[in-house]
């Protein structure tokens, strides 16, 4: 691997210039490479401030338009709803999830009907918005019970499909449902409705401003451990990667992203398949106090996006994504 040596070789020759510099960059940023999250609320012409994720919003539905406008401007390929269900709403079975004029829904119908297939909708398939236990399936003494989970994950799946979905995206961590879900998506015909398994899901500490952004945090009362891998494992991921892709799943999603690059870069090496990375809620707002609070400045978030792809992610999922041209420039 060595090339050369000292005094022939000096690697500063190439970092002169801002030119040069350009010249032999690896990698690279651009709108391209984002999916904006994107959280809802019930009520009309509200923007609603979220207390753990400062400059991330959830939106009313008629409100929609100043996200996704400014979403398609910036040439972000695909957004991703996500649901703040009311209390009253939330039950043990989550049956909300499965309710046709749900948020999920009707956002769906809406971005459909005003912008076609001008942005893609990727959505959550997983119960815990809508539990009253906050679990992302059906519990049972205290126990996430799998195979009757996926039970209703299909028709949670089936009904955002149904509504205009393009991307499933199953975030539950349950043993088969990527097959279970794609056999049923063809047998009742959305063949072209893809599938971004989060089939790298850690049991995690970063997802904490999430679950008050879709208020499902005081619910909680236990981990997800019993179905979310543990952090300790990363041969595990690429047995569980493997099972996704035989099921049929369209992508593979690794989640949460800066503690985990090294699983990422693992993942591309062994599968050939597009490997998106999640920067998720924790990531953000630690960033995003260090940086309100002056302790690194503005560029950290650049540069901590370039790790992901450095490690071989395709795409990423963040919550800076609408701002991200102004971010790169
Ligand atoms: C739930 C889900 C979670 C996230 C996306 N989908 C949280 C969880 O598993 O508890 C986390 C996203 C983030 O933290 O930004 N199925």
């Known amino acids: ?3 050369g040596n000292y005094p022939n070789l000096r690697l500063r020759r190439s970092r002169k210039y801002d030119w040069s510099r350009r010249l032999v960059q690896e990698n690279n940023l651009s709108s391209g490479d984002f999916i904006l999250p994107i959280f809802l609320i019930d009520g009309k012409n509200t923007k609603q401030t979220i207390k753990t994720m400062p400059d991330v919003f959830r939106y009313t539905i008629d409100n929609l338009g100043i996200i996704i406008d400014k979403a398609i401007k910036s040439k972000i390929p695909m957004v991703a709803l996500f649901p703040y269900t009311k209390k009253s709403s939330k039950n043990e079975l989550g049956t909300e999830a499965l309710n046709e004029n749900n948020l999920v829904c009707r956002a769906i119908q809406y971005i459909k009907k005003k912008y076609k297939n001008e942005i893609g909708i990727m959505c959550d398939v997983a119960l815990d918005p809508y539990t009253s236990h906050g679990h ?13 989970t996926v039970e209703v994950l299909v028709n949670q799946s089936l009904l955002q499909a149904q509504m205009g979905c393009d991307v499933l995206a199953p975030s539950d961590m349950m043993d088969g449902r990527i ?9 009742e015909g959305h063949q072209m409705v893809q599938i971004l398994s989060y089939a790298v899901k850690y049991s995690s500490s970063f997802y904490g401003p999430f679950r008050d952004a879709v208020g499902s945090k005081g619910l909680l009362k236990s981990d997800k451990k019993n179905y979310q891998m543990d952090f300790r494992n990363s041969n595990e991921a690429l047995r569980e990667v493997s099972l996704d892709i035989k099921e049929g799943a369209d992508m593979v999603m690794v989640k949460p992203g800066m503690p985990y690059l090294d699983i990422i870069r693992i993942v591309k090496d062994n599968f050939k398949i597009p490997v998106l990375a999640y920067q998720v809620s924790g990531e953000y707002s630690l960033l995003n106090n260090a940086i309100k609070k002056g302790f690194i400045n503005e560029n950290s978030i650049v540069e901590s996006l370039i790790s992901f792809k450095r490690a071989g992610a395709t795409a990423i999922v963040s919550y800076y994504a609408d701002r991200i041209n102004k971010l790169i420039k």
């Open 1 to 3: 691997m060595i090339t």
């Open 179 to 187: 097959g279970k879900i794609r056999k049923a998506l063809d047998k």
């Open 136 to 148: 992302d399936g059906l519990v049972k003494y205290g126990y996430v019970l799998n195979d009757q």
